[in-house]
């Protein structure tokens, strides 16, 4: 199982992004997935997650920012973040569950500059 990420880069505060994340297997047969993220010096933490069922559930500090969604034809996970802050900066993961086994693609690098 392999989850290529990609769509970070460099943007102004107010800007937007929308980070994808492509699946090597089909994915409905992800039980969960979500977009992580790692600042420089502070521990990775959840920022959205998307079951199979389609439910949602969001970080706090997202604020109706955030948008987490699935295209299941093209097995591919979003994640839309607008009105970004320099606070949002870091490298962003998407996970994924597959029974009980873990994976985690390469990361992409998101950066908001004030």
């Known amino acids: 199982v392999q989850l290529q990420a990609s769509g970070g880069g460099l943007v102004q505060t107010g800007g937007s992004l929308r980070l994808s994340c492509v699946t090597s297997i089909p994915i409905t047969s992800f039980a969960y997935m979500g977009w992580y993220r790692q600042a420089p010096g502070k521990p990775r933490e959840l920022v959205a997650a998307?079951?199979?069922?389609?439910?949602?559930r969001y970080a706090d500090f997202v604020t109706g920012r955030f948008t987490i969604s699935r295209d299941d034809a093209k097995n591919t996970m979003y994640l839309q973040m607008n009105a970004l802050e320099p606070e949002d900066t870091a490298v962003y993961f998407c996970?994924?569950?597959?029974?009980?086994?873990?994976?985690w693609g390469q990361g992409t690098q998101v950066t908001v500059s004030s």
């Open positions: 998307i079951i199979r069922s389609g439910r949602t």
């Open positions: 996970n994924s569950l597959l029974r009980t086994d873990n994976y």
